[in-house]
């Protein structure tokens, strides 16, 4: 079993920037795909950033070139650096664990995942 605690959300302005972090229990599963969703009000839950089982990352277009997944597997964490934030990315932001090996394209499958965090709640103004 792993669990997953989020923390570093929170209101900031358009243009700003947040690190959103993900603490597990353990780190268990080396190569596996680990990843960050968001989940805005009255819609479903999308694929922002994905680290793949070969160490590649991949991210939402909507999010290139402004956010950054990486791990520090001394501290069990997980990290999503947002910078230049919109309005458009407010939503909850949930990091997921999955116990399958992934790829490009299916790391964004909220299906692919047993182990979620309870998210962290990120508020951008314009």
């Known amino acids: 079993q792993v669990q997953l605690v989020e923390s570093g959300g929170g209101s900031v302005q358009s243009g700003g920037s947040l690190r959103l972090s993900c603490i597990a229990s353990?780190?268990?599963?080396?190569?596996?795909?680990m990843a960050w969703f968001r989940q805005a009000l009255g819609k479903g839950r999308e694929g922002v950033a994905g680290?793949?089982?070969?160490?590649?990352?991949e991210y939402a277009d909507s999010v290139k070139g402004r956010f950054t997944i990486s791990r520090d597997d001394a501290k069990n964490t997980l990290y999503l650096s947002m910078n230049s934030l919109k309005p458009e990315d407010t939503a909850r932001y949930y990091c997921a664990v999955s116990p399958l090996l992934c790829g490009s394209g299916s790391w964004s499958q909220p299906t692919r995942y047993n182990y979620w965090g309870q998210g962290t709640q990120v508020t951008v103004s314009s």
């Open positions: 680290l793949l089982s070969d160490g590649s990352t």
């Open positions: 353990r780190f268990t599963y080396v190569g596996h795909c």
